[in-house]
């Protein structure tokens, strides 16, 4: 059993940045990937980025270039960086482990505002 604990959220002006956190409950070299998704109200949850257990990184094309994913694995934690930040960004953002047996864990959620 995985737990995820995120933190991080809050209201930010556009152009603005926050950076996400997510500390897991089990050493984080042993989860196959870790992941931010995000679902806004009346939209379906979305991945917005993905790590990788050897590092590979990927992104939703909208956040390229805006958001970064990293890993700390002597802490257990996932990080987004989100920077020069839209409204559409706006959205509930979870955390999510997929364990070596491909079983998924999610976080509680935080909540990112993005205010014009």
């Known amino acids: 059993q995985v737990q995820l604990v995120e933190s991080g959220g809050g209201l930010v002006q556009v152009g603005g940045s926050l950076r996400l956190s997510c500390a897991a409950s089990?050493?984080?070299?042993?989860?196959?990937?870790m992941g931010w998704y995000r679902q806004a109200p009346g939209k379906q949850r979305e991945l917005v980025a993905l790590?990788?257990?050897?590092?590979?990184?990927n992104y939703l094309d909208s956040v390229k270039g805006r958001f970064t994913i990293s890993r700390d694995n002597a802490k257990n934690t996932v990080y987004l960086q989100m920077n020069s930040l839209k409204p559409e960004d706006t959205a509930v953002y979870y955390c999510?482990?997929?364990?070596?047996?491909?079983?998924?864990?999610w976080g509680q959620g935080t909540q990112v505002t993005v205010s014009a």
């Open positions: 999510n482990a997929v364990s070596v047996r491909y079983s998924y864990y």
């Open positions: 089990v050493r984080i070299s042993s989860i196959n990937a």
């Open positions: 790590i990788t257990s050897v590092g590979a990184t």
